[in-house]
C-alpha cells in the first residue's frame, strides 16, 4: 500500500465549478498534512497547510480527518489558472522535514 | 518566499558520462536540503536528505555510490549522477529548509540519457 493514495484523476470541470479530492495517508503517526500544487514540468509549490480543525483560505478549503487518516482539499469557483495537479503531501512524525508525496490529481478547468 | 535555484534546468548527456547538479539557497541558510525524483506521471520520491558537513541519508533503494550528494556550505548542495544511464532519465528537484521551517523547492533538473 502506498503511504500516500490520491484520487488518480484527471478532474475536467467546467469554469465555476466546485472540485473536491481526496487523499488518504497510511501512518498513522504523521505530523503535518500539506496541499501542494504542480503545474507541467514545473516544481511543486506550497498551496495550504491542512490542520485538524480545517482551514480556509479564500476559494480553498483544506480538512483533516486524523481517525479516518483522510485529508480533503476543496476548491469553489473553479478559475482556469487552476488547472494543474494537485500533490497530497505527509511529513512522517520523528523524520525531521521528510515529506511523502502522493502521485497527484490532475485538475483541468474548461471555459 | 525563499528562492532555491538549481543549475542546470536541463541537460542531455550520453549514456556512461557523468552529470552534476547544482542546487542553491539564494537568501537564505540551508540547514537540510532534499533531493528528489520524478518520473512522468508519478510522484516526487524523495531520494536523500543531507545536512551541511555530514554525510547525506539515503532512502531505501536509492544507491548511494551512484547519486552522489555534497552539502558542503549552507548555500550549496550538489547532486552527482555518476555513469548516467537512460534509466536516470527523470526530472529531478531538490528543497532546502531552514531549521524546522517550511521547504522550499528548486525549479528542477530535467535529465536525459541518451
Known amino acids: 500500500r502506498k503511504e500516500v493514495e490520491q484520487d488518480p484523476g484527471p478532474f475536467n470541470v467546467p469554469e465555476g465549478a466546485t472540485v473536491a479530492f481526496n487523499c488518504t495517508y497510511s501512518n498513522s503517526a504523521s505530523q503535518s498534512f500539506f496541499w501542494y500544487r504542480q503545474d507541467c514540468r514545473k516544481e511543486p509549490k506550497l498551496l495550504m497547510s491542512v490542520y485538524s480543525s480545517g482551514n480556509e483560505d479564500g476559494r480553498f478549503t483544506a480538512q483533516l480527518n486524523r481517525a479516518s487518516q483522510y485529508i480533503s482539499l476543496l476548491i469553489r469557483d473553479s478559475k482556469l489558472s487552476d488547472s494543474a495537479t494537485y500533490l497530497c503531501?505527509?511529513?512522517?512524525?520523528?523524520?525531521?522535514?521528510?515529506?511523502?508525496f502522493g502521485q497527484g490529481t490532475e485538475l483541468s478547468v474548461k471555459p | 518566499g525563499a528562492v532555491v535555484s538549481q543549475h542546470p534546468s536541463r541537460v542531455i548527456c550520453k549514456s556512461g558520462t557523468s552529470v552534476k547538479i547544482e542546487c542553491r539557497s539564494l537568501?537564505?541558510?540551508?540547514?537540510?536540503m532534499f533531493w528528489y525524483r520524478q518520473f512522468p506521471k508519478q510522484s516526487l520520491m524523495l531520494m536523500a536528505t543531507?545536512?551541511?558537513?555530514?554525510?547525506?541519508?539515503?532512502e531505501q533503494g536509492v544507491e548511494k555510490d551512484k547519486f552522489l550528494i555534497n552539502h558542503a556550505s549552507l548555500t550549496l548542495s550538489t547532486l552527482t549522477v555518476t555513469s548516467a544511464h537512460p534509466e536516470d532519465s527523470s526530472f529531478y528537484i531538490c528543497?532546502?529548509?531552514?531549521?524546522?521551517?517550511?521547504?522550499?523547492f528548486g525549479p528542477g533538473t530535467r535529465l536525459t540519457v541518451l
Open positions: 503531501v505527509v511529513n512522517p512524525y520523528n523524520q525531521g522535514g521528510k515529506l511523502i
Open positions: 528543497s532546502a529548509q531552514e531549521g524546522h521551517n517550511e521547504q522550499f
Open positions: 537568501d537564505f541558510q540551508a540547514t537540510t
Open positions: 543531507s545536512n551541511e558537513g555530514s554525510k547525506a541519508t539515503y
